[in-house]
Nanobody, 115 residues
Framework: QVQLVESGGGLVQAGGSLRLSCAASGRLFSRNTYGWYRQAPGKQREMVATITNNFSTNYADSVKGRFTISRDNAKNTVTLQMNSLKPEDTGVYYC?????????WGQGTQVTVSS
């Protein structure tokens, strides 16, 4: 069983920064891919960034150059550094770990960017 716990959300002005963290329980953390997803009110959940077990990263076009995903295998954590935030980045951010038949999800953390 895997548990994912997000932290670091909050309210920030446009142009500001936030750092989200995801603490993962369970064994074999270093072998897994992890991702950050977000869901804005009235919209579908979308991929923000992913990082594989060999540290390969992928980003949504809307966040490229502003967000950075990283992982610390010694601490079982995945981090999303968000800079130059925009009001359209507002939403609930979820940590995710895909499995062969689905995915584990965290409970989410709210990010609100004011204009």
């Amino acid at each position: 069983q895997v548990q994912l716990v997000e932290s670091g959300g909050g309210l920030v002005q446009a142009g500001g920064s936030l750092r989200l963290s995801c603490a993962a329980s369970g064994r074999l953390f270093s072998r897994n891919t992890y991702g950050w997803y977000r869901q804005a009110p009235g919209k579908q959940r979308e991929m923000v960034a992913t990082i594989t077990n060999n540290f390969s990263t992928n980003y949504a076009d809307s966040v490229k150059g502003r967000f950075t995903i990283s992982r610390d295998n010694a601490k079982n954590t995945v981090t999303l550094q968000m800079n130059s935030l925009k009001p359209e980045d507002t939403g609930v951010y979820y940590c995710q770990m895909p499995t062969w038949n689905g995915a584990y999800w965290g409970q989410g953390t709210q990010v609100t960017v004011s204009s």
